[in-house]
Structure formats: structure tokens, C-alpha cells
């Protein structure tokens, strides 16, 4: 997408974006509706309308900072409220949630590489739209892969380390999760010092080589 403009790209990346980052919410709150927590039903945000999830620096600031620099781009929405007590067994259930969202995006990632691939079929006959439904398809397996990847890291607050912590003995889950309000710095940290994009990027090609295969892309 080198030889696209900066509009051009946003144009591209948004709805890909958008819908990323926010269905990833609603897949933890409909998971945790389905074990017994209706707090995100009762706060109204089980829906896929964006202005119910969207973050001004996580969803907008940082994807579009990200795409001007050139990195590779993800972001955050407004995390979906879970209460624990609600559950039968808080921490497994807990991880079941938490691997929703990733689940999520791996099957928004298969929807996306759909999307590209009736791009290539439409290039010929239709070629504006082809090369849009190519474009916005690419960019929303990227975004969707990079997010379920990254969930997957076991840094509190992070959806992997939900999971690791339902195998952590209950004192050591608690002390684990007492990283979480540093989890961020970590990782800018990691992306500072060049350690972030060679860990994501094994899992990435991975799950987007399988994916493209199986679309036959």
C-alpha cells in the first residue's frame, strides 16, 4: 500500500480497523453473557455500533499515528466491563472470555481474506472496486491477525495472560495480575527497543499463510 496517500490508506483501513477492535469487546461481553455476567447486556454494549466502544486515543489517535509512520497497526476500544462474581468458576470462565476476542478476530480475519479474494475476482470487470475490496481486505486480515497475536502475549491486562492466569495457583494468578497497570508500558517498551514486531511476526505469517491458503489467495 506504498504508493497509496495518507487519505487514501485511512480510507482503506478504517472500517477494517473500526470493526477490529470493537467486535473484539463484544465477543468478551457476549462470552461473558453466556457464563452468567450481564454487565456489558445491562451497559448496553453487546452491539457492534462503534460509538459504544470506541477509545479516542485507541481506536482513532494511535492506528492512524501507526499508519503515518509506516508500523504495523493496531489499537485498542473501551474495554468491555466483566464481573467475575457472576461466574461459576471466575477463573476458568475468565479465560473463556478472555480468548473470545482473539477468537474473534480470527474469524474476522477469514471474512477480510473472503473480501479480498472476491476483490480479485471483480478486478477485471470491475477494477475501482476489485482493488478497493483488495486493499480493505488485506488491511483487515493484518489488523485482525496483529490483534489476536498481540492478545495472545501473557502481559496483564493482555487476553493471553487471562488464560495463563487460570493455570497459576491462586495466590501467584493474583500477584501475576498486579503487572496490569504497567502492561502498557511494557509493551512501548518492547516496540522502543525493537522486541515487539520479531515476536508478533512468526504467530502472524503463520496464521495469515494458513488463512490465505485456505481462501486461496
Not at 512501548?188 to 503463520?206: A, V
Amino acid at each position: 500500500m506504498n504508493e497509496l496517500n495518507i487519505m487514501q490508506q485511512i480510507a482503506i483501513w478504517a472500517i477494517p480497523v473500526i470493526f477490529a477492535i470493537t467486535l473484539h469487546e463484544v465477543a468478551h461481553g457476549w462470552a461473558a453473557s453466556k457464563l452468567g455476567d450481564q454487565t456489558a447486556l445491562m451497559l448496553g454494549r453487546l452491539t457492534i455500533n462503534p460509538l459504544k466502544h470506541i477509545d479516542p486515543i485507541g481506536t482513532v489517535v494511535v492506528p492512524i499515528a501507526l499508519l503515518v509512520m509506516g508500523g504495523f497497526v493496531f489499537g485498542w476500544a473501551k474495554a468491555v466491563p466483566v464481573d467475575t462474581r457472576n461466574f461459576k468458576n471466575p477463573a476458568a470462565d475468565m479465560a473463556k472470555v478472555a480468548i473470545a476476542g482473539p477468537a474473534a478476530n480470527l474469524l474476522m480475519a477469514i471474512f477480510w481474506a473472503i473480501i479480498a479474494k472476491t476483490g480479485t475476482v471483480l478486478q477485471v470487470s470491475a477494477p475501482e472496486i476489485g482493488n478497493y475490496l483488495i486493499y480493505t481486505g488485506f488491511a483487515g486480515v493484518s489488523i485482525n491477525l496483529i490483534l489476536l497475536v498481540l492478545n495472545l502475549l501473557p502481559i496483564p491486562p493482555l487476553d493471553g495472560s487471562r488464560v495463563l492466569s487460570a493455570f497459576l495457583p491462586k495466590k501467584l494468578a493474583w500477584q501475576f495480575n498486579q503487572i496490569a497497570p504497567y502492561g502498557f508500558f511494557i509493551l512501548i517498551g518492547m516496540m522502543i527497543f525493537g522486541l515487539l514486531s520479531p515476536l508478533l511476526m512468526g504467530p502472524y505469517t503463520m496464521f495469515r499463510d494458513l488463512i490465505f491458503s485456505f481462501i486461496g489467495l
